[in-house]
């Protein structure tokens, strides 16, 4: 049974950081790609990063490029999401999921064809 838990979601002011973590059980991770999602209130749910199976391979979305780093700990069977000079607009409640491909086109949600996590939220706030 696979098993994605998402962690490390909470309150910060805009400026500050955050590293999620989706932690797997019943699947090895470096043999697919983790998505990572968000979906803030009345919005639809959005690709945010996603990292490929080994030799890990990462893409994000425009809005968050250069801010977030997407990143593997195969021992951990692991995959964060560090997220830094967070702005009001990154406020959202952030999923992992699994699938067999991650590129640069960051496949929509509709089309993930393995697990998710149940989410943890992101407020970003003053």
């Known amino acids: 049974q696979v098993q994605l838990v998402e962690s490390g979601g909470g309150l910060v002011q805009p400026g500050g950081s955050l590293r999620l973590s989706c932690a797997a059980s019943?699947?090895?991770?470096?043999?697919?790609?983790t998505h990572w999602f968000r979906q803030a209130p009345g919005k639809e749910r959005e690709g945010v990063s996603c990292i490929s199976e080994s030799p890990g391979r990462t893409y994000y979305a425009r809005s968050v490029k250069g801010r977030f780093t997407i990143s593997r700990d195969d021992a951990k069977n692991t995959v964060y999401l560090q997220m830094n000079s967070l702005k009001p607009e990154d406020t959202g409640v952030y999923y992992c999921?699994?699938?067999?491909?991650?590129?640069?086109?960051?496949?929509?949600?509709?089309?993930?064809?393995?697990?998710w996590g149940q989410g943890t939220q992101v407020t970003v706030s003053s």
């Open positions: 019943g699947v090895t991770l470096d043999y697919y790609a």
């Open positions: 999921a699994t699938d067999w491909v991650c590129n640069s086109d960051l496949m929509p949600p509709t089309q993930i064809r393995g697990s």
